[in-house]
């Protein structure tokens, strides 16, 4: 982010520059006032960028927080940073894999429930992991804690719960797969899914025709930048009518990966529909059980 604060900082100087050589002296004199106004600007960005970003990407909620004790047991993961995560298992003795679910933005994973149980009837074992801030998590979500959230999942899913790295599948689903594509490069796992993937914050502020604001969200949430870290199997589902996280976001994730990538879509779903859709189950059992 500094780097980019820089580059940022020297578009102001030359923007200045240009006002300020290229007007009459009274002109110049008002000027002034601009160009202060447009250094507290780029200072303002420098200091604070990624702290609005997160305000305006992160929305956790801390409501409907029962769990189905026929379906899944609550467990308490510490973070290194002392937080506490809630996440929710459901297991299955008889298969050795287990789908960590990385939920997406404005819900919790107590509201994931009906996702968790729709994998797990699939036959794989499923650790549906909240963020901090969500539901009973402690703290306050940003980008770079909801990373250390996904960290301490896995770590916890192999020392505690004896999963093999080879045996960890890794699913996010739209500002989860930020989530699930940084614990993928740092992790020994063996598949990552990413569904309705975001790109990076840049690419998605400029969707939203935040035009050049979106410069604000440089280098956050950057999935095109992780990918080339990872080196576990992938699959990308985009929604074909996905109105978040547009349709060419899915496949850029999956070009940047590389060769290999399974890409699918899914027709006729929006972003939110996704997950309704029996396709979406079939193309994740498919590559769940390859």
Avoid: W
């Avoid at 404005?106 to 996702?115: K, L």
């Avoid at 980008?143 to 093999?164: F, M, Q, R, T």
């Avoid at 496949?251 to 699918?264: D, K, L, N, P």
Wanted: hydrophobic share 40%; net charge positive; proline share 2%.
């Amino acid at each position: 982010m500094l780097r980019n604060s820089g580059n940022l900082l020297r578009m102001v100087v030359s923007g200045g520059y240009f006002l300020f050589h290229n007007r009459t002296y009274a002109q110049r004199t008002i000027n002034t006032m601009q160009i202060r106004c447009l250094f507290m600007f780029a200072a303002a960005l420098m200091l604070n960028c990624g702290y609005f970003v997160d305000k305006m990407a992160l929305f956790p909620t801390r409501d409907d927080t029962i769990v189905d004790p026929s379906l899944a047991r609550e467990i308490v993961v510490p973070t290194k940073d002392k937080k506490n995560i809630c996440c929710l298992y459901l297991e299955n003795p008889d298969n050795k894999k287990v789908a960590l679910y990385f939920h997406g933005n404005a819900e919790n994973i107590y509201q994931s429930q009906h996702v968790l149980k729709r994998i797990f009837d699939d036959g794989v074992n499923v650790f549906g992991v909240d963020y901090r801030g969500s539901a009973k998590s402690t703290g306050s979500p940003s980008e770079k804690g909801i990373y250390k959230d996904g960290e301490a999942a896995v770590k916890y899913v192999k020392e505690h719960l004896s999963y093999s790295g080879e045996n960890i599948i890794i699913i996010g689903r739209s500002i989860g797969t930020a989530v699930a594509c940084n614990t993928a490069r740092k992790s020994d796992v063996g598949k990552l899914i990413l569904i309705t993937p975001i790109s990076n914050a840049y690419e998605c502020a400029r969707a939203h025709g935040l035009g050049v604001l979106s410069i604000i969200a440089v280098n956050k949430y950057d999935n095109l930048s992780k990918m080339k870290n990872i080196h576990c199997r992938l699959q990308v589902i985009g929604a074909a009518d996905d109105e978040v996280l547009p349709i060419f976001m899915s496949h850029e994730v999956a070009s940047s990966y590389g060769t290999g990538a399974e890409i699918r879509t899914v027709d006729n779903v929006t972003h939110n529909t996704i997950l309704n859709a029996e396709r979406t189950y079939e193309y994740l059992r498919d590559f769940i059980n390859k």
